[in-house]
Structures are given as structure tokens and as C-alpha cells.
């Protein structure tokens, strides 16, 4: 059984840091892609990185811009996003979710709709206010 647990998400003033985990079990397929998305009130959910562990490859959102960066521990089974620079309008609960490894391109990142990944944490919220 997949499960992926998010943690570290919580209060940052704007123009602060936040690193947020998720630690995922139970996977099957030997290749896969992991994702973070975010849903703020009132809005669509958004794709914002993903790592594909077949060849390494990663894609973040426009807003990301250099922002937030994503990192895999293959030992420990977690991945981190490291969000830098916040702005207010980053407040939301952010996901982890996992999807075969071709799941990660900027294409999915959009639409989500028609890229639809299989299994998902319970989210974190970020506030991001001073």
C-alpha cells in the first residue's frame, strides 16, 4: 500500500524559508515520479515540482522561478521542497503525490485534469503573513 506523510509545513513571514517532507512507502513500480502541488482557498489545485527517480529529471511550476527546489533521499525514502523567498500568495496546503516515473513533465505540472496522479499525502499548510 502507498502512503506518502507530509510534514513540516506551518507560519513564515513573507521573504522567509520553509522545507517541507514527505515520506512515501509502499511503492511498487520500479520507477515513479514524485510530486508537490498546493491548493490555496478558493482555487484550483497547481502542480510545483516533481523529481523523476528513472534519470533524475525535474520540473517546477512558472511561479517557482528559482524559488523552491526539490531534493530526494533514495536511502531514507523522503523527499524535501525547500521554499525560499515566500510570498504571501504562496499560502496553501501543499501535497506530495506519486505517479509512474513519466508523470513528471512540465505538461502534468498543468493539467492535472488529464495528468492524474495516483496516490496523495493528507497535505501541509504554509501561511505565509506577517
Known amino acids: 500500500q502507498v502512503q506518502l506523510v507530509e510534514s513540516g509545513g506551518g507560519l513564515v513571514q513573507p521573504g522567509g524559508s520553509l522545507r517541507l517532507s514527505c515520506v512515501y512507502s509502499g511503492f511498487t513500480l520500479p520507477n515513479y515520479a514524485i510530486a508537490w502541488f498546493r491548493q490555496a482557498p478558493g482555487k484550483e489545485r497547481e502542480g510545483v515540482l516533481c523529481i523523476s527517480n528513472s534519470d533524475g529529471s525535474s520540473y517546477d511550476a512558472d511561479f517557482v522561478k528559482g524559488r523552491f527546489t526539490m531534493s530526494r533521499d533514495k536511502i531514507k525514502n523522503t523527499v524535501q521542497l525547500q521554499m525560499d523567498s515566500l510570498k504571501p500568495e504562496d499560502t496553501a496546503v501543499y501535497y506530495c503525490?506519486?505517479?509512474?516515473?513519466?508523470?513528471?513533465?512540465?505538461?502534468?505540472?498543468?493539467?492535472?485534469?488529464?495528468?492524474?496522479?495516483?496516490?496523495w499525502g493528507q497535505g501541509t499548510q504554509v501561511t505565509v503573513s506577517s
Open positions: 503525490a506519486s505517479a509512474p516515473a513519466h508523470f513528471c513533465n512540465p505538461t502534468a505540472l498543468r493539467d492535472l485534469h488529464n495528468w492524474r496522479y495516483e496516490h
